[in-house]
């Protein structure tokens, strides 16, 4: 059975792109087999972190649109988390592909006009899951709700909702945490991104905890090096054992035990 692991957040910026390519990227080393898909289909944004240009095949778009198959708009971004792991961390025994979305203006003009048919989605996320024989489909999302992420929410095995520390977050989590608790999501887990290096994580964590009444999977830092790579790779790879790196895989164990 593939689980679906669903990334959110009401406001853009916290880092649910980011963090999924991480996750995503320690899955893989777990030897796990794996599909992201960008369903950010007005931003899309994923590929950019696996190297992958989504003009050279198939996209997400295209299997909306009934011109492929949705395994045939899959890239095979194995390679891209075995060199990033480097010499010593080994090579990866899982497999991960890729549904990038279009970055064509044309592309997400039209599906902003047009829109698409959401069952068409299920449809093809359903289908991956069966023709890839997955591990996990992880689903990075735009923020807020739409169609994409009400779908997203609705099949999520776990879901992931980021917030920062901010009060502007904090009002719009409560409200992705209740669509989510109505949708009857089986896991839900907080993850707080972007927090001052000098806070108490684990104060932090307790209070986010207590406030919303659900479980922190991870409290991640704000980092000159994540800003100094800006989407530029998979930075858990990179440097391991770095506090944002060691908060990914935190949160891999809480998914995947
Ligand atoms: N913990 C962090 N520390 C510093 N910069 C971060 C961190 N997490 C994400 N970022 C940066 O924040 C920006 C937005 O991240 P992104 O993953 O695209 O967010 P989203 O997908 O939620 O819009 C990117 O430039 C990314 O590099
Ligand atoms: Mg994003």
């Given at each position: 059975?593939?689980?679906?692991?669903?990334?959110?957040?009401?406001?853009?910026?916290t880092?649910?792109?980011?963090?999924?390519a991480?996750?995503?990227?320690?899955?893989?080393?777990?030897?796990?087999?794996?599909?992201?898909?960008?369903?950010?289909?007005?931003?899309?944004?994923?590929?950019?972190?696996?190297?992958?240009?989504?003009?050279?095949?198939?996209t997400?778009?295209?299997?909306?649109?009934?011109?492929?198959?949705?395994?045939?708009?899959?890239?095979?971004?194995?390679?891209?988390?075995?060199?990033?792991?480097?010499?010593?961390?080994?090579?990866?025994?899982?497999?991960?592909?890729?549904v990038?979305?279009?970055?064509?203006t044309?592309?997400?003009?039209?599906?902003?006009?047009?829109?698409?048919?959401?069952?068409?989605?299920?449809?093809?996320?359903?289908?991956?899951?069966?023709?890839?024989?997955?591990?996990?489909?992880?689903?990075?999302?735009?923020?807020?709700?739409?169609?994409?992420?009400?779908?997203?929410?609705?099949?999520?095995?776990?879901?992931?909702?980021?917030?920062?520390?901010?009060?502007?977050?904090?009002?719009?989590?409560?409200?992705?945490?209740?669509?989510?608790?109505?949708?009857?999501?089986?896991?839900?887990?907080?993850?707080?991104?972007?927090?001052?290096?000098?806070?108490?994580?684990a104060?932090?964590?307790?209070?986010?905890?207590?406030?919303?009444?659900?479980?922190?999977?991870?409290?991640?830092?704000?980092?000159?090096?994540?800003?100094?790579?800006g989407?530029?790779?998979?930075?858990?790879?990179?440097?391991?054992?770095?506090?944002?790196?060691?908060?990914?895989?935190?949160?891999?164990?809480?998914?995947?035990?």
């Open positions: 059975m593939t689980r679906v692991v669903a990334f959110h957040s009401y406001r853009g910026g880092g649910k792109t980011n963090v999924a991480n996750v995503a990227a320690e899955l893989v080393r777990r030897g796990r087999r794996l599909a992201v898909v960008d369903v950010d289909i007005q931003s899309p944004g994923i590929h950019v972190l696996f190297g992958c240009d989504p003009s050279a095949g198939s997400l778009n295209d299997f909306l649109w009934g011109r492929c198959r949705v395994e045939e708009a899959a890239f095979d971004v194995t390679a891209t988390v075995e060199r990033g792991a480097g010499e010593p961390a080994g090579p990866a025994r899982g497999r991960l592909s890729l990038p979305a279009s970055v064509r044309a592309d997400i003009a039209r599906v902003l006009k047009e829109g698409y048919d959401v069952e068409m989605l299920n449809d093809g996320l359903m289908a991956l899951c069966r023709q890839l024989d997955l591990d996990y489909l992880l689903i990075d999302t735009h923020p807020g709700i739409n169609e994409e992420t009400l779908l997203s929410i609705a099949i999520a095995d776990i879901a992931l909702i980021l917030l920062r520390p901010d009060h502007q977050d904090y009002q719009g989590t409560a409200v992705t945490l209740e669509l989510a608790r109505r949708l009857e999501v089986p896991r839900i887990l907080l993850v707080v991104n972007k927090m001052h290096p000098e806070f108490d994580a104060l932090l964590a307790a209070r986010i905890a207590e406030t919303y009444a659900a479980d922190v999977g991870a409290t991640i830092p704000m980092s000159d090096e994540m800003l100094r790579l989407s530029g790779g998979l930075f858990s790879l990179a440097d391991p054992d770095h506090p944002f790196s060691v908060q990914i895989r935190r949160l891999v164990t809480a998914i995947d035990g």
